[in-house]
């Protein structure tokens, strides 16, 4: 059976932090591929910065382009409407019921998955990796307990280096003025520069 990993968020700009945590996933739970799916109306939040769609699409293809094992998606940008995680996976079974999902997450989300459509749907379609930043363990183990015996689930941690990269902190910078250098890929820099994203031209 095939084991894929599901990398999701708005990616406004996508940059290394969420692509370690995509390697790491790969690594440790020997996911064949990574989808990185940027969604297109997500629930939770609005997308911010001025940019399109297709500069987020642009900036994704950019940063995944030397690694074969991440793989685009476009499946939530075609979707109509508010984009739910459910949905998406349940589209994902129907097309392929030969693989194992792996949706990939950080604690704040686990924290909040309740509050998601239907979450014993997503927990019976896939499993939950959650990445950990500065998180109290005890709390977020507490959390998981909790959540796999409600909702009969499969939940665990992702040994993913601690990262402290935001895209809203990017955006931030853009619009300071400060540079983003090493927080993104080059090639990414370098289409940000040309399109004029997010207010400024880095430097």
Known sequence: MKKIGILGGTFNPIHHGHLILGQAAKEEFGLDEILVMPTKNPSYKTISGGVSEQNRVDMIKLAIANFPYFKFSDM????????????????????????????????????????WKDPDQIFHMANILVATRNDSRSALDAQIDYLEEKYSGKIYHLSSPSIEISSNDIRKRCKNGSSIHFFLPEDVIDYIERNDLYGITAD
């Open 76 to 115: 939530e940008l075609k979707r109509e409407g508010t984009t739910y995680t459910v949905d998406t996976l349940r589209a994902l079974t129907q097309k392929d019921d030969d693989c194992r999902y792996y949706f990939i997450m950080g604690a704040d989300s686990l924290y909040q998955i309740e509050t």
